[in-house]
């Protein structure tokens, strides 16, 4: 089973914030935050991860509460080409190649 | 540096035949894992190689069966095919030393009829 729980769906205006949370109440503390996102009938793209502080990148920022029970990926200013689905795993990143469980992720639908 | 590369993209098969999947992951990636994407069941997990070897398996039937070879390039095969059997068929390889990115192909799509 899936370790996360998103929202089925968002909806965001474009040229705004699109904020996609995720739940991972029972991660382990060796476990890393990962964010795929994937375009219609293309593979699943990989955006970001972390383990337990704020993480930034050209694509999209990661903020992972203290507790680490939760996180939000933000997109800061969303286009329609980030339409898409967006997948939140958690896994264990540095040596462990363990089956990657993907949940039924959050459809993004920006609109113009 | 070439991405993940699967073949065929698309392809038509009847109930009852067999298809092999082939994958050539990024170059230097020693392990490949392969999922099924259909509508109803999301990206499901079906079994990842490292080093020839086979590590891990989703709870797929044994009709589902894969390889690595030396050069990492990693093959599934589906036997007996099933009308649901019918998905895209993703491969993505994992880096050394390992980062926990997959980097996923484009996908095989298998249309069975």
């Known amino acids: 089973d899936a370790k996360t729980t998103q929202p089925p769906s968002m909806d965001c205006a474009e040229g705004r914030a699109a904020n996609l949370p995720c739940n991972h109440s029972t991660i382990s503390g060796n476990e890393y935050v990962y964010w795929y996102r994937q375009i219609h009938s293309q593979g699943p793209q990989y955006i970001i991860h972390g383990l337990k502080n704020n993480e930034t990148n050209e694509m999209a920022s990661l903020i992972i509460t203290e507790d680490r029970k939760s996180s939000t990926l933000i997109l800061p200013h969303a286009t329609l080409r980030d339409t898409a689905v967006y997948y939140c795993?958690?896994?264990?990143?540095?040596?462990?190649?363990?089956?990657?469980?993907f949940g039924p992720g959050t459809s993004l639908s920006v609109i113009p | 540096k070439a991405g993940v590369t699967q073949t065929p993209r698309y392809l038509i098969k009847t109930r009852g035949q067999q298809v092999t999947l082939s994958c050539s992951p990024i170059?230097?990636?020693?392990?490949v894992s392969w999922y099924q994407q259909t509508p109803g069941q999301g990206l499901q997990f079906l079994f990842e190689y490292f080093s020839e070897t086979q590590r891990n398996k989703g709870n797929f039937p044994g009709r589902f069966s894969g390889r690595q070879f030396s050069n990492s390039r990693s093959e599934m095969n589906v036997s007996t095919l099933e009308l649901g059997d019918s998905a895209l068929y993703l491969c993505a390889s994992t880096g050394t030393p390992n980062t926990g990115e997959l980097f996923f192909g484009e996908g095989s799509r298998l249309t069975v009829l």
């Open positions: 795993i958690v896994r264990v990143a540095v040596t462990s190649y363990d089956k990657v469980i």
């Open positions: 170059s230097g990636h020693r392990s």
